[in-house]
């Protein structure tokens, strides 16, 4: 589905015109360590409902940051998941290793996404979440790493009695080709094609939703053409929404004038909600 960063649909002009942009999003409810490691533990950063009760079993999304494989921080999702809390979703923000944090290589990030996928999952019961909606986000490198829970197989750590596959999955400027026509092979070298999402699409790969700008000279536009186009071949759902002029990070809260950020978390809400993951009438209202 095409947009335009200044041409909207007359329902979300409308929406956009009268919503209000949090200044900053309130911090993380806990922090709660998933993965136990030398040179420092994994966290997953979470955002809790207020009505929240561990006897609920909510929708869960859990987001990983971009940054190349490199660096990156949880907070770059803080306002997501303080938007899709305000919905009734359990929403989490999770670490995983790169190699500033931890001198890891995009093989170790892959594993440490399905490690949180899993967690989650597995403890899901202490987190008021329903095993059968545990969704997959991300953006850039962080959208690569949350489409590989999705797609590849192996990588697995943990009790692989408790399936790391997301639910859906929804990516904003996702590395989802790792090949030359892509991104990171220079990274990868001769195992790119081992976690290169677009060459791993089957049946089975979740439904999708997609962010991604025609200006990206970062992540090349065509590569989520090339996967959504896979997709529909593998009789597989998936929304690609592509945005004009917009290059790569486009969607971060902050952003430019906010307008991006405002018109892909209510695209983001609306295919959530049509999932059945956000309750009817919640859909396109972007804080």
Avoid at 89 to 105: F, L, P, Q
Avoid at 266 to 272: E, G, N, P, V
């Amino acid at each position: 589905m095409p947009n335009t960063l200044f041409r909207f649909t007359p329902i979300l002009t409308a929406l956009l015109a009268t919503s209000t942009v949090v200044a900053k999003p309130r911090t993380p409810d806990e922090k709660l360590i998933f993965k136990k490691l030398e040179g420092g533990d994994l966290k997953l950063h979470v955002y809790k409902p207020k009505d929240w009760n561990s006897a609920d079993k909510r929708p869960a999304i859990v987001f990983f940051f971009g940054g190349g494989w490199v660096g990156g921080t949880p907070g770059q999702f803080y306002p997501h998941c303080d938007h899709l809390s305000s919905k009734g979703m359990v929403a989490i923000s999770a670490e995983y290793r790169t190699k500033k944090s931890h001198g890891t290589d995009p093989f170790s990030c892959v594993e440490d996404g399905k490690s949180a996928i899993r967690w989650v999952r597995e403890h899901a019961a202490e987190l008021g979440v329903d095993p059968a909606k545990v969704i997959a986000g991300g953006g850039s490198a962080g959208g690569h790493v949350a489409a590989c829970t999705g797609t590849i197989t192996g990588f697995e750590t943990g009790n692989q009695k408790v399936s790391s596959v997301p639910s859906a999955m929804v990516l904003f400027n996702p590395v989802c080709d790792t090949s030359p026509k892509g991104y990171g092979t220079n990274k990868l070298g001769e195992r790119w094609k081992e976690i290169s999402p677009l060459h791993h699409v089957s049946k089975k790969t979740p439904p999708t939703c997609i962010f991604h700008g025609r200006a990206d000279t970062t992540v090349p536009h065509q590569n989520a053409v090339d996967i959504k186009s896979a997709m529909k071949k593998s009789g597989r759902r998936c929304e690609l929404h592509s945005y004009d002029a917009a290059k790569h990070g486009f969607f971060n809260f902050g952003r430019g004038d906010g307008s991006a950020y405002k018109d892909t978390v209510a695209q983001m809400d609306s295919f959530l909600a049509s999932l059945g993951y956000l309750p009817k009438g919640t859909d396109r209202k972007a804080n």
